[in-house]
Nanobody, 125 residues
Framework: QVQLAESGGGLVQAGGSLRLSCAAS????????MGWFRQAPGKEREFAAG????????YYADSAKGRFTISRDNAKDTVYLQMNSLKPEDTAVYYC??????????????????WGQGTQVTVSL
């Protein structure tokens, strides 16, 4: 079992920045690909960014490219999401997730993998 806990959400004005953290426990984090997903009110959960177990490979949803950066510190069992140039449409609950399959990461659903409880990000005009 992998336990995940997100932090760092909050209220920020459009154009601002936030850094989300996801602390993991229970297993060796480097064995897992990690991802950030988000769910806005009334919408389905969507993939935002993913990173391989080693941290050498990353990929992003089109909405996140150029603005979000995912990184990880396996020594601290923590994954980060740096979000810059935030827009009101980035408002959502952000979840981190872990899976053994980097290839399948972006297709992860709450029915598989490991998930945190989420952290709210609200971007105001």
């Amino acid at each position: 079992q992998v336990q995940l806990a997100e932090s760092g959400g909050g209220l920020v004005q459009a154009g601002g920045s936030l850094r989300l953290s996801c602390a993991a426990s229970g297993r060796t984090l480097s064995n897992y690909a990690m991802g950030w997903f988000r769910q806005a009110p009334g919408k389905e959960r969507e993939f935002a960014a993913g990173i391989s177990g080693s941290g050498r490979s990353t990929y992003y949803a089109d909405s996140a490219k150029g603005r979000f950066t995912i990184s990880r510190d396996n020594a601290k069992d923590t994954v980060y999401l740096q979000m810059n140039s935030l827009k009101p449409e980035d408002t959502a609950v952000y979840y981190c997730a872990a899976t053994e399959s980097y290839i399948q990461l972006r297709w992860l659903t709450p029915r598989n993998g490991y998930w945190g409880q989420g952290t709210q990000v609200t971007v105001s005009l």
